[in-house]
Structure formats: structure tokens, C-alpha cells
């Protein structure tokens, strides 16, 4: 470390250049604050030569470019101030429009404008100047956040496996993804509200519920592209996806009819949004001449919906007599299924002969229990067409909203 002579009587007052300001400073102050910038790059940089100018108050580092990314050494006069493109665009030997490009990262689906080696030499200036672009300011330049809002209330197998999906669809477009979760506090519906409607992302796809009302999905929607899923949405400045639940049912319970099951039973979820599946289920088993007293509908209690409590749900319908507990049971969810047959395990009821089991939703765990689970619902490939859409409105906001079918068919597997 070279230190040059201060241009004035360094006993009495040091002059301060463009490291940290313009005036007059005492000495002690100079000394110090240049000894902490010293302790700090030899702590993180103990093999980076520099050089240090008592009297202006900069740090001059010398920050070799590995030339065989193409880039020449050069000296970068690192002051108190941060990095900036330029600076980076002067050590890579670029402008500062291709800084601004690497920086704000590649998007797939754009004309790419710097090589790779081009990019790399960029990386590598950032790097070394310890450059970081700031996101406040690509927000505000570009309008646009990169970002898409998942929202749900409640998070199950099923979801995830849902946001795992949209995760991967949204990386191949350059985004990322934050959740938000609603209908745990009065507030929480609210604040997500208020978030997306004032730009916190570029998209929301909501997993709708009876709390959250078609007026407030339209009020989003009115601000970026949103979809929403359930059956009792209509589009009106949101795109809606369906999945024909009460049709899916519908065969499924026929199903069980063709295999004779006589004493079929739905173990229904505690929430009013679901109710149409076991209006489906009992109604077509009456349409084929079962009395209501051979249909049973096991409602759990609000809140409950876990796989402790669906089981003991279940383990209360098949702890009688075989001639009248249920021969059959379609669960409003692949984790209460699975729960179902935990519970017939326990009681020595085997599964399929004695007890048919059906799910909903087609999550991996159903196909991991023996036998394999039979259910309903779709493989989560199939959402990719309704994202692209979302992702696609990002560019086109000015599209017609409409309703959007994934709907779901009977997956047999081994429990019926």
C-alpha cells in the first residue's frame, strides 16, 4: 500500500476530494474514516492491491478483468459512493445500455442483446465493483415488477403442488413468484387487496374461496391480469379456471355403482365452496334408485379438515358392523382419502374388497400408499396453457377475460 503526501499542512486540516464530499476536515476524522475503509477491504478483499490518498479522501484499487472472458486489466477508483452502470460499463469495456441488459437479467422471450462472453465480462465488472442493480429504480424505469402474486387462504397438497407448477412456468418467462395468504385475520383479504391493486406484482392468480368475493377479485383484476379459480366465479375483468367438480363426481359415483357398492359414503369437507361435490355424489346415487337412508354424507365439523381428524371421521363411519358401514367412500380430498384407508388398515377392513376409497385432487402422496390411490383430478401439467395465458396478458393486458376449463377425470389406481 502506497500513500501519497496531503497537498495541505497535515497537521492542522486535511482537504476532502470526491470520496466523500467537499470542505474542510479535521485530520482525525480523514484518518479514520479512511482506516475503517481499509479494515473493511482487507477483511473482505485481503489480496486486493490499492492504494490510498490521505489528502482526497479516495481508494484507488487496481481489479483485474480475466482476459480470457475478452477484458483487459484495468484500475477502478473505488470512492465512498456506490457503483454504478457507468462504472461497470467502463471496467467491462461495454456500454451502459448492455450493463442495464445483464443486469436486469435475460428474459427468454426477448432478442437477446450482449454474446455470453459479452454478459460474463459484465458479471464479472459487477463482481468486482460489488455492483447490485436496484430493484426500486428497475420498478419505476420499466413499470413492471417481474413478479406474480399466488394467493390462497389455506395451503394443501394439492396447492402446492399447484404453486410448484406456476414457479416453474413463470421462471421460463423471467419471473418470480410471491405468495400471499388471506382469511386467517379479518385484515389479511384486505392487505393482499390493497397490495396487488397498488402494483406489488404484475399478475395474481388467486385460489378463490367463499371469503373472497367476485367484487373484490374485479377490483384486481381491474389493475393486472388475474385468475381466479372456482365454479362460482363468472369472468368480469379476470379469467376464472373450472374444473367441472360436480361432473368429475358424477362419474365417479357411477363408477362405484357399476362395481355394486350398496352403502356409499361422502366424507364432505366443512366449507360451503364444496358443497356442490356432495350434492353431486347423492344426487346421482338417487338418480339410480339408492334410498337416502344407504347414502351417507359425513360432514366434519368447521376447522377440521386435517388428516388427524379425517381420520377419525372415518374410523367413526367404519367402526360398526359390516352390514351397515359404508362398502364405499369418496373423500373430499386425496389427504382425507389416504386417512380413510389409514383407518380401515386399523380396523382390519381391506381395501378395495371390502372398502372402495376415491380421492380428490391427484396429489403424489396417493401414489405412494398400497394400493395406490384411486381419485379424481388432473395432472398439474395441464394448468401450464391457462399460465401462459396469465403470463401472456402481462403484454397484452387488453385480452377478453373468459372462463377457462382444466377439467378433472377419474384416475383408477387400486382402491376401487
Not at 470520496?19 to 474542510?24: I, Q
Not at 467491462?92 to 443486469?103: D, K, L, N
Not at 355403482?257 to 361422502?266: E, L, T
Not at 391457462?386 to 384416475?411: E, G, K, N, S, Y
Request: charge should be positive; glycine fraction near 8%; aromatic fraction near 6%.
Amino acid at each position: 500500500m502506497g500513500i501519497s503526501s496531503p497537498s495541505r499542512n497535515p497537521d492542522t486540516e486535511a482537504t476532502t476530494g470526491g470520496g466523500y464530499g467537499a470542505g474542510r476536515l479535521p485530520k482525525g476524522i480523514v484518518m479514520t474514516w479512511l482506516l475503517c475503509r481499509i479494515l473493511v477491504m482487507r477483511i473482505t478483499k485481503p489480496d486486493q492491491p490499492y492504494d490510498v490518498n490521505w489528502s482526497t479522501g479516495v481508494i484507488s484499487v487496481t481489479i483485474t478483468v480475466d482476459a480470457a472472458t475478452g477484458g483487459t486489466p484495468l484500475t477502478q477508483q473505488r470512492t465512498s459512493r456506490p457503483s454504478t452502470q457507468a462504472d461497470v460499463a467502463r471496467l467491462a469495456g461495454v456500454s451502459v445500455a448492455t450493463v442495464s441488459y445483464v443486469a436486469n437479467g435475460r428474459r427468454p422471450d426477448r432478442k437477446i442483446a450482449a454474446t455470453p462472453e459479452v454478459a460474463e465480462r459484465v458479471r464479472e465488472a459487477m463482481r468486482q465493483l460489488d455492483y447490485s442493480p436496484r430493484r426500486a429504480g428497475r420498478v419505476l424505469a420499466r413499470n413492471r415488477t417481474d413478479l406474480v402474486a399466488v394467493v390462497a387462504s389455506t395451503f394443501n397438497p394439492w396447492s402446492l403442488d399447484l404453486i410448484t407448477e406456476i414457479e416453474e412456468a413463470a421462471a421460463e418467462r423471467g419471473l418470480g413468484l410471491i405468495i400471499l395468504r388471506y382469511g386467517h385475520t379479518g385484515e389479511a383479504i384486505d392487505r393482499v387487496e390493497s397490495l396487488l391493486v397498488d402494483g406489488l406484482a404484475d399478475a395474481a392468480l388467486i385460489l378463490g374461496s367463499s371469503g373472497f368475493s367476485a367484487a373484490r377479485a374485479h377490483r384486481i383484476g381491474s389493475r393486472i391480469p388475474t385468475l381466479i379459480t372456482g365454479e362460482w366465479y363468472r369472468p368480469r375483468r379476470f379469467d376464472v379456471m373450472v374444473q367441472h367438480e360436480a361432473e368429475a363426481v358424477r362419474t365417479a359415483a357411477e363408477y362405484l355403482i357399476r362395481h355394486k357398492v350398496r352403502r356409499p359414503a361422502f366424507l364432505a369437507e366443512p366449507v360451503d365452496q364444496s358443497r356442490h361435490r356432495s350434492v353431486a355424489f347423492a344426487t346421482t346415487f338417487r338418480q339410480h334408485g339408492f334410498p337416502d337412508s344407504a347414502i351417507t354424507i359425513a360432514d366434519q365439523p368447521p376447522g377440521l379438515s386435517g388428516f388427524l381428524e379425517s381420520r377419525s371421521r372415518a374410523t367413526e363411519l367404519l367402526d360398526q358392523p359390516r352390514s351397515r358401514r359404508p362398502d364405499a367412500i369418496l373423500a373430499h380430498s386425496d389427504r382425507a382419502a389416504i386417512s380413510a384407508a389409514w383407518a380401515a388398515m386399523q380396523l382390519g377392513i381391506r381395501v378395495p374388497d371390502e372398502l372402495k376409497i376415491i380421492g380428490i385432487g391427484n396429489i403424489v402422496e396417493g401414489t405412494e400408499i398400497n394400493p395406490a390411490l384411486t381419485t379424481i383430478g388432473t395432472d398439474t401439467s395441464a394448468y401450464r396453457p391457462m399460465l401462459h395465458r396469465l403470463f401472456d396478458r402481462i403484454d397484452t393486458p387488453d385480452q377478453p377475460t373468459r372462463t377457462i376449463a382444466v377439467p378433472w377425470r377419474l384416475i383408477i389406481r387400486g382402491t376401487a
